[in-house]
């Protein structure tokens, strides 16, 4: 009896111990409580609470616990309906996220769970793109988007996914051609592209080591590599007809790693360019076929000086008036057809030609000069400067194109003015509007380095960066054509507005800053080499319908002349570093400050510099600084505009970011990656309350953020 009660008194200290050690880490538990209460609570989710409760030691609907870490959150096929929230970046230890079949609509979350291996948000009426911060998730082997609404090109950059071997993009509406960076894919075995809009070839799938390619019903051209016909789905592209045309010179043939390779088979040729058989059967070897090509070109050489000799035993007379000449380098015609009949080799013809020169006369006069033997005595062959248009990610356009599409740039279309040229509003036959920035010839740099930078800067895809579309340039006109927002800058907004137009509510300030810091991080920390800006100001940060910001300009500095004073660090903007106005040199940290002083127009309200303030107030940065920690004279210089709807505790900590950003001394200045955390930890933070937020509707420009907005 004794050791019955003994053994249920351990199994009790046991159970609750089991309990205790299932406490939920309380990031993990926090960030599933913010996600049930942005799916509006549903009770699909059995379990789940918005306060309290142990996800782990409760055994919440969906959630899968190693310790108290979260690691795997599956809710597929449940109804579910709303917002996954803002803090799925939180959840560090989740290797398996599954929200696939239900119904979550508008944008994948910007953050997901960061060390990720199996990804699936397939059918659940997604729009727009996918975050590009799926970049960064190192551990992703599965990733399936398929059966949404996916739209453009594909931003995300598959550099660091070597592990990724299932990528499913099926049934979407996604353009453009295949990012180069899928050649990185080393470890891809199953790739769905099927029914899209996808464009250009699919050369750039040849090598990876797929079992299995559908790429069907898309608008792909050229040819489908010779290494994946036997495992490719591709009805319903326009497949070029014909034979595929030989590689460019020097490039190595494309070849498939073979999955199924047994060592030991003869199936391949050996290193040496003989059959694998273990040499069975013979051949004319390579150096045999060298020896016949030099033996032709020898012979040929040694025939044609003889006839060049008999040729020059003219008549004494012809011989007296060649002598009267002056004497003219060899390019006769037969040298001319030497050289294109027999096709020899560089080192054979020198020879040839040297002696010629030493030991021939010219011959005479009368003869017939090829065509291109005038060309050449007319002029030096100066190459000319060869740019490969293939690689514009971006459409050409040209100048008819646009004049119409701009009303011949009339300027009751101009919606800008800015340090490149003039922005038109661009309305093209098929509906869309674009917006067209025409460059202003005589300030670039160097014409012939326009196509250049378009190049680089077509490369450049990112939610908050502006996407270029196109490019313009014929007959000396150099423009650039970009995706349009209809809310225009943020400049406007903030300095423009009218009786009629609300103004930015706190969190849509908030909004604008995180997504510009994040597009500052994309140009700094992501592209490589890093890019700097140069021309950080409110007036190129356009807003989209829903406010989202869109950095412009992004890689133009260097079309510019002395970009690095004529762009906006000239004395009075109000945005340029002090560092700048010394060396004349922009730098990622002097991006930094200009952005710290967008941070203060968003906080204030007012210009960077404004001349028709006192003296003591016309420069924002001195007049401000100061007060950055000083809560009272803070919720003083706080816009007007705001009428004191904003979180205190928030606005303080929006105020820290702000003070770092715009330290006199750019080696405090902190990166953009940096920043961009502050940020979050902001928006995680806030008190997203009725006071703050209840009044956010009416405004005569659209504006959607609401508290539960993704960050």
Avoid at 465 to 488: D, R
Wanted: glycine share 8%; net charge negative.
């Amino acid at each position: 009896m004794r050791l019955l009660l003994l053994l249920l008194l351990i199994g009790i200290l046991l159970y609750c111990a089991s309990f205790a050690k299932a406490d939920t880490d309380p990031n993990d538990a926090s960030a599933l409580r913010v996600i049930y209460s942005s799916l509006n609570s549903p009770r699909q989710l059995s379990k789940w609470t918005a306060n309290g409760g142990d996800p782990c030691g409760d055994s919440w609907t969906g959630i899968t616990c190693s310790g108290n870490r979260v690691t795997e959150i599956k809710l597929s096929g449940l109804g579910l309906s709303g917002s996954m929230g803002y803090q799925l970046a939180s959840l560090t230890a989740v290797t398996n996220f599954d929200i696939s079949n239900n119904n979550l609509g508008n944008q994948i979350p910007y953050q997901l769970p960061p060390n990720v291996q199996r990804l699936n948000l397939a059918a659940n009426g997604f729009n727009g793109n996918i975050p590009y911060s799926v970049s960064q998730m190192t551990s992703l082997q599965y990733l399936n988007v398929s059966h949404n609404q996916m739209q453009g090109q594909v931003i995300v950059s598959f550099d660091s996914l070597s592990s990724l071997n299932t990528l499913d993009f099926s049934s979407n509406a996604m353009t453009g051609d295949l990012p180069q960076s899928f050649k990185a894919l080393t470890s891809m075995n199953e790739m769905y592209l099927q029914n899209n809009q996808f464009t250009g070839t699919i050369d750039v799938l040849a090598n990876l080591p797929l079992d299995d390619l559908n790429v069907e019903n898309n608008r792909f051209t050229g040819w489908v590599p010779d290494h994946l016909k036997e495992i490719v789905k591709s009805n319903g592209n326009s497949w070029s007809s014909g034979p595929a045309p030989p590689p460019p010179p020097g490039t190595p043939p494309a070849s498939r790693p073979d999955r199924h390779h047994k060592s030991g088979g003869n199936n391949s040729p050996s290193d040496d360019g003989s059959s694998g058989d273990g040499g069975g059967k013979s051949g004319i070897g390579g150096g045999a076929i060298a020896g016949i090509v030099i033996s032709v070109l020898v012979v040929g050489a040694i025939a044609a000086f003889f006839v060049i000799k008999k040729r020059s035993k003219r008549s004494s007379t012809d011989i007296e008036k060649l002598d009267n000449q002056p004497f003219a380098p060899l390019a006769s015609q037969e040298v001319h057809e030497l050289k294109t009949n027999q096709a020899s080799s560089a080192p054979i013809v020198k020879e040839f030609e040297a002696s010629a020169v030493v030991n021939l006369r010219p011959p005479p006069i009368e003869r017939h000069k090829s065509f291109d033997e005038d060309d050449i005595a007319a002029k030096p062959i100066v190459p000319p400067k060869k740019v490969n248009t293939a690689n514009i990610d971006a459409r050409q356009y040209s100048i008819a194109d646009l004049q119409m599409a701009t009303d011949s740039f009339s300027v009751d279309n101009i919606i800008g003015e800015g340090s490149f040229g003039g922005v038109y509003r661009a309305q093209f036959d098929d509906g869309k509007v674009l917006a067209v920035k025409k460059i202003n010839s005589s300030a670039l740099r160097n014409p012939e380095d326009f196509l250049d930078i378009v190049s680089e800067i077509s490369r450049l895809h990112h939610p908050n960066v502006t996407e270029l579309v196109g490019y313009c340039s014929e007959h000396g006109q150099h423009l650039l054509v970009y995706e349009f927002h209809k809310n225009g800058a943020l400049h406007d907004f903030l300095h423009l507005s009218d009786e009629e137009s609300k103004p930015l509510t706190w969190n849509s300030r908030v909004k604008i800053a995180l997504g510009t810091a994040r597009a500052l991080e994309y140009l700094h920390e992501v592209c490589s080499p890093s890019l700097v800006h140069k021309n950080i100001k409110s007036g190129n940060i356009l807003l989209d319908a829903e406010l989202n910001p869109h950095l412009s300009d992004s890689g133009l500095a260097g079309l510019i002349a002395d970009a690095d004073q004529a762009l906006n660090h000239n004395t009075g903007s109000g945005y340029g570093a002090p560092e700048v106005a010394m060396s004349g040199q922009c730098t990622i940290k002097s991006d930094v400050y200009s952005f710290g002083v967008v941070m203060l127009e968003l906080i204030t309200g007012r210009k960077p510099f404004d001349s028709a303030r006192t003296r003591s107030e016309q420069s924002l940065v001195r007049w401000a600084t100061p007060q950055l920690h000083d809560i009272d004279a803070l919720e003083k210089m706080v816009d007007p505009a705001l009428e004191g709807l904003y979180p205190v505790k928030s606005l303080s900590r929006f105020a820290d970011v702000i003070a770092v950003c715009v330290q006199p001394e750019p080696e405090f200045r902190p990166p953009m990656s940096e920043v961009v955390q502050s940020l979050v930890r902001l928006v995680q933070r806030a008190n997203m309350s009725k006071r703050t937020f209840g009044v956010d509707q009416g405004s005569s420009r659209a504006e959607t953020d609401g508290p539960d907005y993704d960050p």
